[in-house]
């Protein structure tokens, strides 16, 4: 059973998550956890930190369909992987086609959700419960897909962002 994960931003540059047309990818960021342990069917959450201006909002919200080695997630996906390069990539690379990244728009929780919120670095697991209110929640009030941009884009793209 896929488990699903939360975890603090300190940064939203556009690299990671990174989203492009109906893509998000998340790599190079939660390396030695999220990015190995999510399965098809994990949910990852990501939190705004004090550096994002968006502290403890929802910057995104993206379902797991493929994780990926970066070999193959070059080989399979060649003109959204050019953003990636192998210094600043992880091992994995987290694939979604059903997300919401609010970036800037960073939303609020609704206050029976607050509790999911990580106030420290690194990452937790969320029950499947909480995860269905979540959704729920989204789909009843935004449409899936890139509703904001990044809060702090990084123009050359060298920094990591999480």
Not at 49 to 55: C, I, L, R, S
Request: glycine share 8%; charged share 25%; with cysteine.
């Amino acid at each position: 059973m896929a488990k699903n994960y939360i975890y603090r931003m300190d940064h939203d540059t556009g690299f990671a998550p990174h989203v492009e047309k109906k893509l998000c990818c998340l790599s190079g960021c939660k390396n030695n956890t999220i990015e190995k342990w999510a399965q098809e069917g994990s949910w990852v959450i990501g939190i705004g930190g004090n550096n994002t201006n968006k502290p403890n909002k929802l910057i995104y919200v993206m379902e797991v369909v493929k994780n990926l080695t970066y070999p193959i997630f070059k080989k399979e996906y060649p003109d959204s992987s050019k953003y990636l390069t192998p210094p600043k990539a992880g091992s994995n690379v987290l694939i979604s086609k059903n997300f919401w990244y609010f970036g800037e728009k960073a939303i609020c929780l609704p206050n029976g959700l607050k509790h999911i919120i990580i106030d420290r670095w690194g990452c937790k697991c969320v029950p499947d419960n909480d995860i269905n209110k979540l959704i729920k929640y989204l789909r009843e009030t935004h449409s899936s897909g890139i509703i904001g941009t990044p809060n702090n884009p990084d123009k050359t793209q060298a920094k990591r962002s999480c």
